[in-house]
């Protein structure tokens, strides 16, 4: 396989098995503490060797096989959060990683890392598990709004990769289908635009994310034809 440009690398590997925690007094089962790992690491179609998810029905599957974050974040993060420890992996990642930004990367880019090829797929909307690992729930709203929703990638071609990774720049779709634009549509920060709209519904979008999408243009329509009596 040729090489492309290089978009990034890989900062640090992690994986985890489900384990059971406690969270405002109850039992969570969860894979979000992940652990670094060293030297290569095989990735399948659904995950990395020794990873796994916890809840299936709204984790993993092909579209989510690898979650990455980007290190570029971590500073923000830091200063938003002074009291918390930003240790790579604080958000659940499985490559926290350099040069991979949601603002620059597009639905449908393909890259090498490793001997692997990997496809972006859709960003992330996380669940209360990220509070779980913050052990606090404001957490998911400042996630949210923060725009930096970290990347989610299908794998085209399995493969082998580790931390030291270059990440390589093979295609993309063409549509231009930016991975912050398509997080901020249920954010109210990307203002409905019909036409981005019919573009993100015709690219290589996860199914399930174009099915959100669907819904929250529900809402905005209905909140549009009936809009709320302002006090």
Not at 66 to 90: A, N, R
Not at 96 to 123: N, Y
Not at 180 to 200: H, S, Y
């Amino acid at each position: 396989m040729e090489s492309g440009p290089i978009a990034g690398r890989v900062i640090c590997l992690l994986v985890s098995l489900p384990k059971t925690v406690t969270f405002n007094g109850r039992d969570v089962n969860t894979s979000i503490f992940k652990t670094p790992v060293t030297g290569k690491v095989k990735l399948t179609k659904l995950n990395l060797a020794g990873d796994a998810q916890a809840d299936l029905t709204v984790h993993g599957g092909p579209d989510k096989a690898l979650y990455t974050y980007p290190v570029e974040h971590y500073p923000w993060w830091q200063e938003q959060m002074p009291d918390v420890d930003f240790s790579y992996g604080k958000f659940g990642e499985n490559l926290t990683t350099e040069g991979l930004l949601e603002r620059d990367i597009c639905i449908g880019d393909e890259f090498k890392v490793g001997t692997a090829v990997i496809k972006v797929s859709q960003p992330r909307l996380p669940c209360y598990k990220l509070g779980v690992k913050f052990g606090r729930n404001d957490v998911i709203k400042r996630f949210m709004q923060s725009g930096y929703s970290g990347i989610y990638f299908s794998v085209v071609q399995e493969g082998e990769l580790m931390a030291g990774d270059s990440i390589e720049f093979l295609r993309g779709d063409g549509l231009n289908i930016k991975v912050q634009k398509v997080a901020n549509l249920f954010t109210g920060r990307q203002k409905r635009d019909p036409e981005f709209v019919k573009r993100a519904l015709e690219s290589q979008l996860a199914d399930q994310m174009k099915m959100f999408i669907g819904i929250e243009v529900s809402k905005f329509k209905e909140l549009a034809q009936h809009p709320k009596d302002e006090d």
